[in-house]
């Protein structure tokens, strides 16, 4: 695979260069087949599949609810949204309808999951750009939001919450309070990373006008999220489709221009902003009444029901023991999760158990515009391009 | 979403370009779906991508389902998404039944149509065994290269090991 | 603290004598063997190979290094990107059935002595995932010196983890168990490639060395 190209009269050879799975800048376990002319990446080819865990056929053979913990550990940053995709799926294939308490607590969770994604992929891209300190300010923040996680559902990470139906236990005395300190304190802190590194020389001249793709482009391959907000096109899925609460409440949306990774790291940074405006204004609207759903052929009864109503023992057991079935039919849903759009595909026949779950990942769509983005430029470039692409890798090969 | 006269407008439509692609049309939990002949599946994505006052230009997702054991068995789903209307239909494509025990059953590619299906049949492939005529790289992607056998389709078994108790500790295989 | 100080003056001085300059030097002078030295001096500065593979590198590696669980005060906040600078590693999530392999020859290039920890349940046996698709267990395939449960663990489990580890590597456990999953040595030894069968002196060699460590 030599090539001759004039260059100051020199012929130059084109490297195959095999970075990965285990390398120290790749986020999880890609692997790269890259051609390299010099420094220059001539073509570019992604191996994925090493973290494959077989979770869609898992599914198939546990009952709805169990499902619900096999199906957060895919993108395992953004697990609350990856809950609401298949709650809200079956959702809809039951016809089921949440109240009003459990959408607020839903929204307030995943913008606060949504938080938390942006502030790991801050922190560890920065760290590959060389901005090391960032890593250590923004888990500092990761850490109160898990605190918050801790406290309403016992886990940090995976917590198993939403159910179908609603959410599985009303926030404790005190979340209300802890909440509104971390939402007043957030903004401040989202100025402190601007300051370090929106006007850096090195990180401008890292990011400028580094990965450029055409918004076309972006569309035809099917980026959705930052990614393509930063290119210029205005599409979000929490303004376009109506689900949970989001029509009540009141946000913007930041669009780029270039679409670069500067405009991707400053959309990124304005989102954070705009969901802690979300968190803030469903806190305040957080309305009263039950947090789950009470038709009792698909949702667990409480227990303090269950020494008294023989009713609500038999659909107790019935639930825990083979779960609730579903009439045959499938449905397709998706919500905007932080790196683009995540869409859950149920189908449903007749038992009590899923025939078929697939989710449409972000990060494994996204990952089809990594070769756009880098092919022409510097192997540097290259990893900062994948910073700014932000893939999980639990996402990309569930 | 078109509503249900909307879904046979558009049935109506189609099938005075091509006759006999749409087999069905359904219009279940308030989804549009359409039912095709897997022969005819590019005239009726291109068809909905490019004729005017249609635009589905985006494709959010190319998946498979198995449904045995009804036949025939195979659904290549389409999801595609009209951003100026706001507006999912999905386009099914029910693979027949498979002559020969190796035969793997084919259909067209999309990725002329809409470059974002290149992962999404190659996934298809490795979990279905569907060969997607005219792919520019029809191999695994997420399994190892020499993986033997398609593990999403039903008659696949699911794997893993049993929980050793001291019942059965002595019989592991 | 005044009087050490003068104590330490008359020390420089040389004005120390007798009895006080005996129990001066005791208080500063620890008589041990050098085996215990010198685990004690590789169980507290461990170098952990940065190795993430699913959920569980979002607690650890990246979040026991941060500030509020803080790895430097155990020694091992050296993370080292090349394995054969490395001499611990962290198996952080599921080992699907492509990855294997990769684990298995990053392990073998990790010079001796090493240790492997087996981060939350998917890599201690399988997790939650009975498929197709997930070793059940990365002790089927590479010898594990510590289990740490969890789906993901705490950072303090995996903190207490490290402690234990620690404490194992201070009681120089015999490794021969390991001869098991034939992980002698590094990979050209334990897979049979060409450099594996060694002359006769380099391998009475290596024996002796090996001896030597093991005693």
Known sequence: MAEKVLVDDRATEVMTVNIGPHHPATHGVLRLIVDLEGEVVRDLKPVIGYVHTGIEKSCEDKSYWKVIPFVERMDYVSYFFQMEAYCGAVERLVGLEIPERAKYLRVIFLELNRIHSHLVWLGTTALDLGAISMLWYCFRERDKILDLFEMATGQRMHTRYFQVGGVIEDIPIGFEKKLREFVDDMPTRVEQYQALLDRNEIFLSRTKDVGIVSRERLLELGVTGPLLRAAGEPWDLRKAFDYLCYPEMDFKIPVGTVGDGYDRYRVRLAEMVESTRIVKQALEGLPEGPHIADDRKYVLPPRSELPTSMESLIHHFKLVTEGFRVEPGEVYYAIESPRGELGCFVLADGSSKPSRVHFRDPSFVNLQAFKDMSIGGYVADMIASLGMLDPILGGVDR | ?173 | MRSKQLRARDMLRGDLEGEDLERYVEERVVMTNFDKMLNWGRANSLFPLTFGLACCAIEAPISIVTARYDLARFGAEALRASPRQADMIILSGRVSIKMAPVVRRLYDQMLEPKWAISMGACSSSGGMFSNYAVVQGADKFMPIDLHIPGCPPRPEAVLYGFTKLQRKIMGNPDPGWRQRYNAGGTEEWARGGPASTPSGEALEAYGAARELIRA
């Not at chain 2, 989804?31 to 095709?36: D, E, F, G, N, T």
């Not at chain 2, 994505?45 to 589905?56: F, I, M, N, T, V």
């Not at chain 2, 239909?89 to 067209?108: N, T, Y």
């Open chain 2, 1 to 173: 979403m078109p509503d249900a006269p909307g879904l046979e407008l558009i049935r109506g439509e189609i099938e005075q370009d091509n006759p006999g692609a749409v087999r069905e049309t359904s219009f279940d939990r308030g989804q549009p779906a359409l039912i095709v002949d897997p022969e005819q599946v590019l005239a009726v994505l291109g068809w909905l991508r490019d004729a005017p006052g249609q635009g589905y230009t985006f494709l959010s997702s190319l998946h498979v389902a198995d449904y045995l054991p009804a036949e025939p068995r195979f659904a290549v789903h389409y999801e595609l998404l009209n951003r100026n209307r706001v507006e999912r239909i999905r386009v099914k494509a029910m693979l027949g039944p498979i002559a020969g025990d190796d035969a793997l059953p084919e259909i067209d590619s999309c990725v002329e149509l809409f470059p974002t299906a290149e992962f999404q049949e190659r996934e298809a492939y490795d979990f279905f065994g569907i060969v997607f005529r005219g792919h520019p790289d029809m191999t695994r992607i997420l399994l190892p290269d020499d993986y033997v056998g398609w593990p999403q389709r039903r008659d696949f078994p699911i794997g893993g090991e049993p929980v050793l108790f001291t019942y059965n500790e002595n019989d592991r295989g």
